[in-house]
């Protein structure tokens, strides 16, 4: 059957990105602000590809995030082109078919790799991957991917990935933006396209969705979720810290966990850490991040998150320590006390703190972290910023940097 001759109106598009929709680099990046309409495009993209026999891997770090983003997104793509008929959709295995030429856009989640191996379209092989949120995803995660694009084609390959710049320190930012002049829309070099965006790019927000973005008042948030430039942010509290795959050789036993209670404004933040003393190293392997958890679901993912670790809570919640002991976590209280916070950053500053990439709210936390100002601008010693899980890493930490083991909270309270 003989593809079928469409005609798409410009003005289904931003101008910002009717340039790239027959981009051919091998790698391309669309990074910026919130609202920017990069999404959007990348999958009205997968869509018309598809329809001239392009099939497309379409991947996020944490598949339960699939259905309501991505695989979203590429059905409105659809609906907005006007060609629902051209396609079918399986809800249930993630799975977008074109029923003229049966390519197909596929979609997986990125937590094991080692699983992608297994996907292959009905037909032909992947032309494309884009990776949404890339600076969640690891580097390694990310070789593996390109090794994906392999097989006979007859379109060119290309890997794409889609972010937010959370951080100067991320792996994203050394790999790809040196030599990259700052405030350069779009960026060519060695078969790489590096294309920046913000808000003021897509001519779909509505007047509420520009002013809500406006408001920031944030200086971090303002630069990247606002404007879409990289995070740097003056008076940073903890500078001492980069995003970067730890291999499991790197890991030392035992493991220290940590736990700031939350529920509904603020987060449940729990963290994974494994210490090298000799190498003065912090090694952040996971992080739970979740609102509107109930103790009993907290203790259901913390199973398998602590294992047979102990994990040191926030003692301001004691009854919440006594049930998820009771649900069978080993929880204890943190010591905490008068200076504590002063005292953990402290000695965690005298510690270079690797990140590994999918904990992404660690990051954020840490980019926006500072010093208050004073009125005369310079620096009052009082932390501001998210600290949700800043505070569960101090926890984690705390017997290491105070030699006083937490404690355990009585039944009787």
Request: glycine share 8%.
């Amino acid at each position: 059957m003989s593809a079928p001759r469409l005609l798409v109106p410009r003005r289904a598009f931003n101008q910002a990105f009717l340039p790239h929709l027959h981009a051919r680099e091998r790698v391309q990046l669309f990074y910026g602000g919130a609202g920017s309409g990069k999404s959007a495009f990348l999958a009205s993209r997968a869509v018309l590809d598809a329809l001239c026999g392009r099939n497309t891997l379409v991947a996020r770090q944490v598949a339960r995030t699939l259905k309501s983003s991505c695989f979203a997104e590429v059905q409105k793509a659809i609906r907005r082109l006007g060609l629902a008929r051209f396609f079918s959709v399986n809800q249930s295995e993630l799975r977008i078919t074109c029923k003229r030429n049966g390519a197909q856009i596929l979609f997986t989640g990125l937590l094991d790799v080692e699983k992608v191996k297994s996907i292959t379209p009905a037909r032909g092989a992947l032309s494309d991957i884009w990776v949404e949120e890339a600076t969640q995803v690891s580097r390694q995660a990310i070789k593996q991917l390109e090794k994906r694009l392999r097989g006979k084609s007859a379109h060119k390959k290309r890997l794409t990935l889609s972010f937010n710049p959370v951080s100067r320190q991320h792996w994203l930012y050394q790999e790809y933006f040196g030599g990259v002049p700052e405030g350069q829309r779009v960026f060519r070099r060695d078969n790489i396209l590096i294309m920046h965006s913000s808000y003021r790019d897509n001519r779909f927000l509505t007047a509420d969705d520009t002013q809500a973005l406006e408001a920031e008042r944030d200086p971090y948030f303002r630069d990247v979720y606002t404007l879409g430039l990289w995070g740097q942010v003056g008076g940073a509290i903890l500078t001492n810290w980069r995003v970067s795959p730890i291999l499991p050789g790197e890991v030392t036993e035992p493991l220290r966990l940590g736990l700031d209670f939350g529920f509904a404004q603020d987060p449940v933040g729990a963290i994974k850490v494994s210490l090298d003393n000799k190498r003065k190293r912090i090694l952040i392997l996971d992080e739970i991040y979740e609102r509107g958890w109930h103790n009993a679901r907290l203790a259901e993912a913390l199973k398998p998150f602590a294992d047979r670790h102990p994990i040191t809570c926030d003692s301001a919640e004691p009854k919440s320590i006594i049930e998820l002991r009771r649900l069978g976590i080993q929880a204890r209280a943190a010591k905490k006390g008068p200076g504590s916070l002063m005292h953990g950053i402290q000695w965690l500053s005298q510690y270079e703190i690797i990140i590994a990439p999918h904990c992404v709210h660690l990051q954020e936390e840490l980019a926006g972290y500072r010093w208050r100002e004073s009125r005369e601008g310079g620096q009052l010693p009082i932390p501001q910023g998210e600290d949700h899980l800043i505070d569960a890493l101090r926890y984690a930490l705390e017997a290491d940097s105070t030699g006083k083991v937490a404690g355990c909270i009585s039944r009787s309270i």
